[in-house]
């Protein structure tokens, strides 16, 4: 019972309540909501974010951002289409592509860790920057011409199911980076960088490049995002993805991860990823604008910063011990 309470007074526990209220509310909105076809595409379209995501988790818990990871999607895409255009064999596109990720990623590691550069900055430029180089690499041109098998892949489930394929490639990840962060001496010193970076230092964690990896990584992640999403459209374009970075930050902060560090879980980021895509699909299947969406993912976002902090200030409250007021003694001839 004492369990079942602590889990209950979990952030978890109210992801899982607000899940099922947009189960509920897309229910209810419309009758196209609870099929199968459409909770396939539902998790085929919220896959690239997904995937963004995982490397998102940890570079946040290590007190740093990365802002530009939809733009190294976009990046990604753009150099996978203009090599193929070149006639370049298609596993060699694959691979520049996610080498473009690794550059990039890199790239932005090396001004956070070596010249010691805010992340919020350096990556609000490389978002720009890395956008604008994707415009440069396919200018207003687009590319749709791959190979069918390489299409199937975005396009299809696995045979006899309604499971896309790209959701497979999410949960090995998935799997990987729970184990990882969790589980692993890596995550612990992860969450030690994100509480106090000084005495991790003086713990002897390798702090510059442990936060070099993990930018690396999203870069790699990002690109390989990238892959996936122009199988899904079977297009290479230079605004694939624009705006993409708002709900993998929402969903990462709305999972209960701490914008300044040091504490989260990746269980709470993969229920909130669901919670946006219900959300999102069940305002598309009445018609809502995709500016009232954003107005929806913003305002979770402001609800992620804010909610973890009132349960926790909440919790101190209830555990704090209550300290009795002194007692003003009489004094003499009163």
């Known amino acids: 019972m004492r369990q079942l309470a602590r889990w209950v007074g979990r952030w978890e526990a109210l992801l899982v309540v607000l899940l099922v209220a947009s189960v509920i509310f897309g229910d209810l909105t419309s009758p196209h909501y609870m099929t199968g076809f459409n909770f396939s595409t539902m998790t085929s379209d919220i896959m690239e974010r997904a995937i963004m995501a995982l490397p998102m988790t940890l570079i946040i818990i290590a007190a740093e951002i990365d802002l530009s990871v939809a733009s190294v999607l976009g990046l990604s895409s753009c ?40 992340s919020l900055v350096v990556t609000l430029g490389t978002l720009a920057l890395y956008r604008g180089l994707a415009s440069v690499v396919l200018g207003e041109q ?5 190979p069918t098998s390489f299409t199937n892949f975005g396009f299809n489930t696995i045979p006899g199911t309604l499971i896309p394929w790209p959701f497979v490639v999410f949960a090995v990840l998935a799997v990987i980076f729970i184990v990882v962060l969790h589980f692993s001496r890596y995550g612990r010193e992860i969450y030690a960088i994100g509480n106090n970076k000084e005495a991790a230092l003086f713990s002897a964690v390798q702090v510059n490049r442990i936060k070099l990896v993990l930018f690396i990584v999203s870069g790699v992640l990002s690109a390989l995002a990238g892959i996936i999403f122009t199988a899904r459209f079977s297009s290479s374009r230079a605004d694939n993805a624009t705006g993409f970075e708002l709900d993998v930050i929402a969903a990462v902060l709305l999972g209960g991860v701490n914008i300044f560090g040091g504490r989260g879980s990746l269980v709470g980021v993969i229920l909130s990823l669901f919670i946006i895509a219900s959300i999102r699909d069940s305002l598309s299947l009445i018609d809502v604008a995709d500016e009232i969406q954003s107005i ?39």
């Open 142 to 146: 687009s590319v749709s011409s791959f």
């Open 296 to 334: 929806v993912v913003g305002s979770l976002l402001i609800l992620s910063v804010l909610g973890p902090n009132l349960v926790r200030r909440l919790r101190a409250a209830r555990t704090r011990p209550l300290v009795p007021r002194p007692v003003a003694r009489a004094e003499p001839g009163d």
């Open 79 to 118: 150099v996978l289409g203009l090599a193929w255009l070149h006639h370049v064999p298609f596993a060699l596109c694959l691979v520049l592509a996610l080498l473009t990720g690794l550059v990039c990623g890199w790239f932005n590691g090396f001004l956070v860790t070596w010249l010691a550069l805010p």
